[in-house]
């Protein structure tokens, strides 16, 4: 009888230890500044095919795109705006330069990449606009991409097209 109640002791100090451990609550990973020796952050964004590398250094406000301006590689209005959206949603836009190199996809692709590489650059340069840019969606990677095709379809999903005669 008295083996019964030292094992319950053992096993209820055994497990009060346990509790100690899990209580403490886990810290918050603490973000720090990562720049190059040039005094740059660099990061890479991706969206569908396309695949962006961004580099952001203290500067006027100007973006740079495969060596052209944002307004001569984007034309539309709309991919100009969603490429400065991490700028503007920080109020960082005449703060940085924005230098990148975009390749893969298509326009509104490479627009979706910069802006995701720009956003990541960004925490890197400043890890407390972390907070402001995240609620956003800018952090995320959109990871939809083309289905592929499919054999005995046209497409990945369209049939081909069916003729009775």
């Known amino acids: 009888m008295t083996d019964v109640t030292v094992e319950n002791t053992e096993a209820a100090t055994g497990f009060d230890a346990l ?3 899990g209580t403490a609550e886990a810290e918050a990973p603490v973000h ?3 720049l190059d020796s040039l005094g ?3 990061s890479t964004g991706k969206r569908k095919n396309a695949i962006a590398r961004v580099w952001v250094k203290r500067g006027t406000g100007k973006i740079t795109v495969n060596g052209k301006e944002l307004n001569a590689y984007f034309a539309r209005p709309v991919l100009q705006m969603m ?3 991490p700028l503007t949603a920080a109020d960082r836009t ?3 330069d924005v230098i990148c190199t975009v390749e893969g996809s298509g326009l509104s692709g490479q627009a ?3 802006r995701h590489g720009l956003s990541h ?3 890197h340069y400043e890890p407390e606009l972390r907070k402001v840019l995240k609620p956003h969606g ?3 990677r959109d990871s939809r991409v083309v289905e592929r095709k499919k054999y005995g379809r046209a497409k990945a999903r369209r049939s081909f097209q069916f003729s009775k005669r």
């Open 19 to 21: 509790k100690g451990m």
């Open 32 to 34: 720090v500044q990562k």
């Open 40 to 42: 740059r952050a660099y």
């Open 83 to 85: 490429v400065a959206q």
């Open 94 to 96: 005449t703060q940085y």
């Open 112 to 114: 979706g990449a910069i």
């Open 121 to 123: 650059a960004l925490t």
């Open 138 to 140: 800018f952090l995320t």
